[in-house]
């Protein structure tokens, strides 16, 4: 069975500093993982995807997220907040079958 | 390009009623998932379809949910004797299907807007 833990409900950031959303996995086989990000009334956008190449992903409007098998951890990070940036972000893991286990999800407030 | 659509856009109903929730994929996706979101929480997955056929079911919650894709397109999403505790953004997903025999797992899932349901 697979899960995801997004740690931090919601996570308020000053505009132009860095951002941090935490997201840990528990997966049996290695993982797919993903960041999704939902502006309100709006579906769901894919910022980034790990698929075991490269440990550290790079994605949409400068969101990075660095895979640590180690650690069990596939961390969102962006250096400099924008006003934007202001939305609802979801970890999510596969398996191989495509199903996707989504985190509850955390959402960021940027103040100016 | 089109994305994936999704009709209606909200949808309010009695309790006891009978509902039908539509999902347009994108142009020549094969795989269409079906998603759940309540409020304050992530998406929970409930049916998958490869063509025609619904591969995975495992997340219904029970026998009044009911989905079908009977040319491999379009998909519709259908709930009996809606109950108050349906009340959810339903969300809809299509993906490619990888060549090669590579893992479904890896593709990207693009989402429709969802739909939000209202059962009084």
């Known amino acids: 069975a697979q899960s995801v833990t997004q740690l931090g409900s919601h996570v308020s950031v000053s505009e132009g500093a860095l951002v941090l959303l935490r997201c840990n996995y528990s997966?049996?086989?290695?993982?797919?993982l993903f960041w999704y990000v939902q502006y309100p009334n709006q579906g769901l956008q894919l910022l980034l995807k790990?698929?075991?190449?490269?440990?550290l992903v790079k994605g949409i409007n400068g969101f990075e997220a660095e895979f640590k098998k180690s650690e069990t951890s596939f961390h969102l990070t962006k250096p400099s907040a924008h006003m934007s940036d202001a939305a609802e972000y979801f970890c999510?893991?596969?398996?191989?079958?495509?199903?996707?286990?989504f985190g509850a999800g955390t959402q960021v407030v940027v103040t100016p | 390009g089109a994305g994936v659509s999704q009709t209606p856009s909200n949808k309010v109903t009695e309790k006891g009623k009978y509902v039908e929730l539509r999902c347009d994929p994108i142009?020549?996706?094969?795989?269409l998932y079906w998603y759940r979101q309540s409020l304050g929480q992530g998406p929970e997955f409930l049916i998958y379809?490869?063509?025609?056929?619904?591969?995975?079911d495992s997340g219904l919650p029970n026998d009044r949910f009911f989905a079908v894709r009977p040319e491999g397109s379009v998909s519709t999403l259908k709930i009996q004797r809606t109950e108050r505790g349906d009340s959810a953004v339903y969300l809809c997903?299509?993906?490619?299907?990888?060549?090669?025999?590579?893992?479904?797992?890896?593709?990207?899932?693009?989402f429709g807007p969802g739909t939000r349901l209202l059962v009084l």
């Open positions: 142009s020549g996706h094969t795989a």
């Open positions: 790990y698929t075991s190449a490269a440990t």
């Open positions: 379809f490869q063509g025609t056929g619904a591969a995975d």
């Open positions: 999510a893991v596969s398996d191989r079958r495509g199903k996707l286990q």
């Open positions: 997966s049996s086989v290695p993982p797919y």
């Open positions: 997903a299509s993906s490619l299907i990888p060549s090669g025999g590579g893992a479904r797992g890896q593709e990207t899932q693009y």
